[in-house]
């Protein structure tokens, strides 16, 4: 199950139920345009609702808030080298982080794909 945030992230809750990952939406990667660099969390972090890293594109650059209270536990470092994958496939490949130890209700809270695209424009 996919869910969305006011900031245009996706976060993408696992099998477990207890972790997640997370990365940029479709919209937000238009709106950025040309990412050329990515700024990815530190591992191990036990964070809530603050900026956890940075995307840069040739127009501007945008904060990665967390979406939920967690532990950041895994980032994908492809993107370090390859930060276009977040143009190409902002839903695959180029997912940014994963969480670990989300607090309860906290992802349901988050938009669904109607509420979001309402919101998106």
Partial sequence: MIRYTTEHLWV????????ATVGITRHAQETLGDIVLVELPALGRHVQGTAVGVVESTKTAADLHMPATGDIVECNQ??????????????????VFRLDAIE???FDALMDEAAYAAFAG
């Fill in 12 to 19: 993408r809750q696992e099998k477990d139920g207890a972790s």
């Fill in 78 to 95: 492809v993107l370090v080298d390859q930060p276009e994958l977040l143009n190409t496939d902002p839903m695959g490949a180029g997912w």
């Fill in 104 to 106: 309860a209700g906290q």
